[in-house]
Nanobody, 127 residues
Framework: QVQLVESGGGTVQAGGSLRLSCDSS????????MGWFRQAPGKKREFVAA????????YYGDFVQGRFTISRDNAENTVSLQMNSLKPEDTALYYC????????????????????WGQGTQVTVSS
């Protein structure tokens, strides 16, 4: 059974940084695209970033604008999201997700492209 466990969330002031991590088990991690999504209260879940199985392809949501960096360590079965220059509008519950197999590259930014999800880690950015 796939398990994804996020960590690293917290409360920071605007302009600050956080690094989220997602530990995975129950899947051959190095063969899966991994993604980060977020959901703010009252809003739909939103694509943040995705990284292909070997890290060759990386995608970001339009709002990222160079502030976030996704990375993965296939030896450690982890995917990370470094978030810099945080804004109050980045406040949300951040989810880690593993892509469906076989992977459909066209679905990298869609919820339905991912088959397993973590419980989320809360990020709060104060102004």
């Amino acid at each position: 059974q796939v398990q994804l466990v996020e960590s690293g969330g917290g409360t920071v002031q605007a302009g600050g940084s956080l690094r989220l991590s997602c530990d995975s088990s129950g899947l051959t991690f190095s063969t899966y695209t991994m993604g980060w999504f977020r959901q703010a209260p009252g809003k739909k879940r939103e694509f943040v970033a995705a990284i292909s199985a070997r890290g060759a392809a990386i995608y970001y949501g339009d709002f990222v604008q160079g502030r976030f960096t996704i990375s993965r360590d296939n030896a450690e079965n982890t995917v990370s999201l470094q978030m810099n220059s945080l804004k109050p509008e980045d406040t949300a519950l951040y989810y880690c997700a593993s892509g469906r197999a076989p992977w459909n590259m066209a679905s990298y930014d869609r919820i339905e492209g991912y088959g397993s999800w973590g419980q989320g880690t809360q990020v709060t950015v104060s102004s």
